[in-house]
């Protein structure tokens, strides 16, 4: 049975924040999440996970269960990861993954690269929601959003349908050509390629 969480992790806070907690299995978030703005909203996570620096003279609800995880060689999202799969947890819903300093977003995005081929991510912020692609993977429900794709590793012969601008075996590198800003004409677009790491954006 798939288990899943939901995730804040301290970036830009979500606003709104997620309301529907009772799909998710744990609710969780980093030190630095509750700290900034978890701490002041009604949800109350399951589990506070990181080096805790962030918690000093905080006093915190009784019935979350405090993480210390010291280790500085990894980030508090990747210690968050790490323990939710202890847990069982397969799929995560994560928020607060970027904003503010663009190096924790991409020091987020390094992590969810080397993990995305063991666990499904989703992240959420104010203007989109993204994830990495599986091939072949159809995506309902889009018609008029905006989508780009961005290769993180180079995206082999890949083909998209449903899309103002289509692409017919095409290579995309960063740094190289990508799909950026494109237009989903039809409520259903299909993704397929050969091999790669590709993030897509669908804007809210």
């Known amino acids: 049975m798939v288990k899943k969480a939901l995730l804040f992790v301290n970036g830009e806070p979500p606003k709104p ?3 529907q907690l009772d799909k998710y299995d744990i ?3 980093t030190d630095g999440a509750y700290h900034n703005y978890l701490l002041e909203s009604a949800i109350v996570p399951q589990f506070i996970i990181g080096d805790l620096d962030s918690l000093l003279n905080q006093t915190i609800n009784k019935n979350i269960q405090i993480i210390y995880t010291p ?3 990894k980030t508090d999202f990747e210690k968050a990861i790490l323990f939710l799969s202890s847990k069982g947890i397969t799929q995560f819903d994560i928020f607060g993954a970027n904003g503010h300093a663009s190096d924790h977003f991409l020091g987020n995005l390094s992590v969810a690269l080397q993990y995305h081929h063991l666990f499904n991510f989703t992240f959420y912020d104010n203007f989109c929601r993204f994830f990495f692609a599986t091939s072949p993977m159809i995506i309902n429900d889009v018609k008029d959003k905006t989508i780009s794709l961005i290769p993180l590793s180079p995206v082999n012969k890949l083909n ?3 899309f103002e601008y289509p692409l ?3 290579d995309l590198e960063f740094g190289g050509l990508i799909s950026i800003r494109n237009k989903a004409c039809q409520d259903q677009v299909t993704i397929n ?3 790669g790491d590709l993030l897509v954006f669908i804007a809210l």
Do not use: M, S
């Open 17 to 19: 924040l997620p309301t």
């Open 27 to 29: 609710v969780a978030c």
């Open 71 to 73: 280790d500085q060689n």
């Open 160 to 162: 998209i349908t449903g």
């Open 168 to 170: 017919t075996n095409a």
């Open 193 to 195: 390629f050969e091999q």
